[in-house]
Nanobody, 122 residues
């Protein structure tokens, strides 16, 4: 089971990025998938999660209306489209997956990707 996160980078405030989380070794669609982020000196926090079978999604209040999580089942990839980015969105973003996770809480997720840096700055 491997997860590969990509798509991070440097973007100006108000800009957009799309993060990708590619899975190998298992069928992503059978698992809950979450995006988490960790800024320097802060705890890892849930950003957005999607349950199995394109079920319910969850977003942290700080990203509602700006971020969208989605699946591409054919490619075994989960995306996080991030629009209207703010400096406070700067962090390392991680994708994670778990067969039974019911909440967007890091402690519930077993499999983790390596993280991708997102920096929002002018």
């Amino acid at each position: 089971v491997q997860l590969q996160a990509s798509g991070g980078g440097l973007v100006q405030p108000g800009g957009s990025l799309r993060l990708s989380c590619a899975a190998s070794g298992f069928t992503f669609g059978d698992y809950a998938v979450g995006w988490f982020r960790q800024a320097p000196g802060k705890k890892r926090e849930g950003v957005s999660c999607i349950s199995t079978a394109n079920g319910p999604t969850w977003y942290d209040d700080s990203v509602k209306g700006r971020f969208t999580i989605s699946r591409d089942r054919a490619k075994n990839i989960v995306y996080l489209q991030m629009n209207s980015l703010k400096p406070e969105d700067t962090a390392v973003y991680y994708c994670a997956s778990d067969y039974t996770a019911a909440m967007c809480y890091a402690g519930e997720y077993e499999y983790w990707g390596q993280g991708t840096q997102v920096t929002v700055s002018s």
